[in-house]
T-cell receptor, first 109, second 112 residues
Framework: KQEVTQIPAALSVPEGENLVLNCSFTDSAIYNLQWFRQDPGKGLTSLLLIQSSQREQTSGRLNASLDKSSGRSTLYIAASQPGDSATYLCAVHDNRLAFGKGNQVVVIP | EAQVTQNPRYLITVTGKKLTVTCSQNMNHEYMSWYRQDPGLGLRQIYYSMNVEVTDKGDVPEGYKVSRKEKRNFPLILESPSPNQTSLYFC???????????FGEGSRLTVL
């Protein structure tokens, strides 16, 4: 059974700093890995998808890398803003979609 | 507007009273899924459906039923709710292989 772990569970950073969020998974036989954002009391919004054959994906200030052999992905958010405050979830797809518990981020103005 | 609609958004019920949470999508997606989200446990998949009349158990299917009689609807049925089913429920639809996955706004269920 796929296990997805996200570290750290929570972090606070001052505005302008770069954010680094980590996700690890136990079974490397995956189709893809996705990063989602969740605001309090809301649903999930997809941020980036990395197919198993890819090493990274970029969208604006966001960059996600994937190292399938070591079972790791990292989400970088450059020059963080208060609007980036949210919970970020990593999800791994291997027949099912398995989620980590999230990184709760607070960006301090 | 592309969306996944869940109803009800909030519900308080009592143990044993059957209830259904509806989920509807207007994007003609074949894949639909239900999750529950609990503090400290994260999001866990209850059931998913790859297409009409095709459903499979996720990680926590006990106490739940689903049906997929038509592509746009995927209701979650709690035949005899219990307090441990108090949770925030999300429905999603999309094409997971391409990353096109849309979530509903969530349904907060409390079972007394």
């Amino acid at each position: 059974k796929q296990e997805v772990t996200q570290i750290p569970a929570a972090l606070s950073v001052p505005e302008g700093e770069n954010l680094v969020l980590n996700c690890s998974f136990t079974d490397s036989a995956i189709y893809n890995l996705q990063w989602f954002r969740q605001d309090p009391g809301k649903g999930l919004t997809s941020l980036l998808l990395i197919q198993s054959s890819q090493r990274e994906q970029t969208s604006g200030r966001l960059n996600a890398s994937l190292d399938k052999s070591s079972g790791r992905s990292t989400l970088y958010i450059a020059a963080s803003q208060p609007g980036d405050s949210a919970t970020y979830l990593c999800a791994v797809h291997d027949n099912r979609l398995a989620f980590g518990k999230g990184n709760q981020v607070v960006v301090i103005p | 507007e592309a969306q996944v609609t869940q109803n009800p958004r909030y519900l308080i019920t009592v143990t044993g009273k059957k209830l259904t949470v509806t989920c509807s999508q207007n994007m003609n997606h074949e894949y639909m899924s239900w999750y529950r989200q609990d503090p400290g446990l994260g999001l866990r998949q209850i059931y998913y459906s790859m297409n009409v009349e095709v459903t499979d158990k996720g990680d926590v299917p006990e106490g739940y039923k689903v049906s997929r009689k038509e592509k746009r609807n995927f209701p979650l049925i709690l035949e005899s709710p219990s307090p441990n089913q108090t949770s925030l429920y999300f429905c999603a639809s999309g094409r997971p292989n391409t990353g096109e996955l849309f979530f509903g706004e969530g349904s907060r269920l409390t079972v007394l």
